[in-house]
């Protein structure tokens, strides 16, 4: 099982901008790719942007353009850039890792509000 912690939620007016962060460890193996997922009241969780081990990224449409995933060199850090924020990007983001099982971060709130 991998540890992720991640950090950087907050509350933005929307047209602002937020950095999340999540540092994995603890893990034996590698990891192969991680994620960024949201879970807004009473929807269901969903992916915004995955990054693997190569650097190939992928987005959820509704975020492409606005966010940016990164790696770090180590390959134990993932970064969102979050750009253009609105009020439906308010959800809790969760950070997974893929190793030989899935893990998941504890989550951080991302509020954006006037």
């Known amino acids: 099982q991998v540890l992720l912690v991640e950090s950087g939620g907050g509350l933005v007016q929307p047209g602002g901008s937020l950095r999340l962060s999540c540092l994995a460890s603890?893990?034996?193996?590698?990891?192969?790719?991680m994620a960024w997922h949201r879970q807004a009241p009473g929807k269901q969780r969903e992916i915004v942007a995955g990054?693997?081990?190569?650097?190939?990224?992928v987005y959820a449409d509704s975020v492409k353009g606005r966010f940016t995933i990164t790696m770090n060199n180590a390959k134990n850090a993932i970064y969102l850039q979050m750009n253009s924020l609105k009020p439906e990007d308010t959800a809790v983001y969760y950070c997974?890792?893929?190793?030989?099982?899935?893990?998941w971060g504890q989550g951080t709130q991302v509020t954006v509000s006037s």
């Open positions: 997974a890792a893929i190793t030989d099982q899935l893990s």
């Open positions: 603890g893990s034996t193996r590698p990891i192969n790719s």
């Open positions: 990054i693997t081990d190569g650097g190939s990224t």
